[in-house]
Structures are given as structure tokens and as C-alpha cells.
């Protein structure tokens, strides 16, 4: 039972530099999301998907790009890191279809540190 | 726009008593999801307990039960017999029936369970 795995599980990064959060899971979800929780506050929306090909930004997209081109897989790209991107980073997947709001499922996150 | 608020931000309970958190949120939806999920210090999010608007029932889950309270806008979650393992955070979270399906988190609430 794999679930939704995330993988790094810890990254550093240099200022400027850019890389992908990857993002799977394996339990046929059409919604995927990406979120980050700053220290001591909740989850912020940045992105989310509604199927393959299909994606939307949240609350905090900006510095953030996103693609689904499976149901599988949905990887979060930073262009250029920033300190302000410092954070730990959630991806979830649920089923939803009308009238069936399924509960979203975590990945165990991203823990990236920006320096 | 819909927003959750947890208003204690940390709580501290003995192990075997029982203890109550606080979320309000607001909307001028009519149908939607209430969430409590947990966040252990591993950093993982676990679905506690949900609550559906349209029931008039209040959901519960082993030893965890809400008060929903849909006119006055509150969800509490309560903990009995609280257990050492009890210790996290816990979040709040709000999604609609239909639209995009996005959460809404609150801030979280720190428990301590005391030995």
C-alpha cells in the first residue's frame, strides 16, 4: 500500500538554483494537490489538479509550476529558489466526483531549505 | 471566500482525560466537508474524523467525536481518554460538495499529552 509517495524527503538548496518535488500515486485519484505548511501555520494551496492535463493554481503559486501528464504523477518545479520557498511541502491525491468528496491523502512531505 | 479558524494554538491534556478543541469556520455554502486531520511529530497528516454538513448526526471515531454545530458555524473535536500517542497537531480543514474541491486549513492546534 504505497499510497502518496514524495520523494526527497529532505533538500538544501542554494538561491537560485532550481529543481522538482516529485509527487506519485498509485491509487488512481483524479485530484492531486501541492501544498506548503511554513512552521507553526497550516497548509497553503498551491497547486492542484483535476485530472491529467488539467491543473490550477491555489492560493501561493507564484515561484511554482506544475504539470500532470499522468494520473499518477504530479511534480512541483521551482525555477529559482528563494529563501521565502523554505518550507515543507505536501502532496495529496483524492477521488472526487459529484456529490463524492473522498478524503484527501498525504504524502509524508518534502522538508526543503533554501539557503 | 470560506475561512477556518482554530483559536488555541497549543493545549496540554493528562493522559486518560479527556479534552476539547475548537474550530469555526465560515461560508454561505450550504453543503460541504468538515475535516480533522493530525499531524504527529513525524510530519505525517492522518485523517481523524469527518463530518458531512447535511447530517444532523455528529460523526465519531473510536475515542473521537465532534459537536457540529452547523447554525453557529463550529466543529470541535473531542479526544477521551486521551493517550500518550495523542500528542500532534491538529488541523481543521473545510471543502465544499461540488466546485474545485480544495481545503481550506486552519492553523492547527499544538496538543501535549501529559504523562
Known amino acids: 500500500n504505497a499510497g502518496v509517495t514524495q520523494t526527497p524527503k529532505f533538500r538544501i538548496l542554494k538561491i537560485g538554483q532550481s529543481m522538482t518535488l516529485q509527487c506519485a500515486q498509485d491509487m488512481n485519484h483524479n485530484y492531486m494537490y501541492w501544498y506548503r505548511q511554513d512552521p507553526g501555520m497550516g497548509l497553503k494551496l498551491i497547486y492542484y489538479?483535476?485530472?491529467?492535463?488539467?491543473?490550477d493554481k491555489g492560493e501561493v503559486p507564484n515561484g511554482y509550476n506544475v504539470s500532470r501528464s499522468t494520473t499518477e504523477d504530479f511534480p512541483l518545479r521551482l525555477e529559482l529558489a528563494a529563501p521565502s520557498q523554505t518550507s515543507v511541502y505536501f502532496c495529496?491525491?483524492?477521488?472526487?466526483?459529484?456529490?463524492?468528496?473522498?478524503?484527501?491523502?498525504f504524502g509524508d512531505g518534502t522538508r526543503l531549505s533554501i539557503l | 471566500a470560506q475561512t477556518v479558524t482554530q483559536s488555541q494554538p497549543e493545549m496540554s491534556v493528562q493522559e486518560a482525560e479527556t479534552v476539547t478543541l475548537s474550530c469555526t469556520y465560515d461560508?454561505?455554502?450550504?453543503?460541504?466537508?468538515l475535516f480533522w486531520y493530525k499531524q504527529p511529530p513525524s510530519r505525517q497528516m492522518i485523517l481523524v474524523i469527518r463530518?458531512?454538513?447535511?447530517?444532523?448526526q455528529n460523526a465519531t471515531e473510536n475515542r473521537f467525536s465532534v459537536n457540529f454545530q452547523k447554525a453557529a458555524k463550529s466543529f470541535s473535536l473531542k479526544i477521551s481518554d486521551s493517550q500518550l500517542g495523542d500528542t500532534a497537531m491538529y488541523f481543521c480543514?473545510?471543502?465544499?460538495?461540488?466546485?474545485?474541491?480544495?481545503?481550506?486549513f486552519g492553523t492547527g492546534t499544538r496538543l501535549k499529552v501529559l504523562a
Open positions: 461560508t454561505s455554502e450550504n453543503n460541504y466537508y
Open positions: 480543514a473545510f471543502t465544499l460538495f461540488s466546485g474545485t474541491y480544495k481545503y481550506i
Open positions: 489538479s483535476v485530472g491529467a492535463g488539467i491543473t
Open positions: 495529496a491525491s483524492s477521488y472526487t466526483n459529484k456529490g463524492l468528496n473522498q478524503p484527501q491523502h
Open positions: 463530518q458531512e454538513a447535511y447530517k444532523q
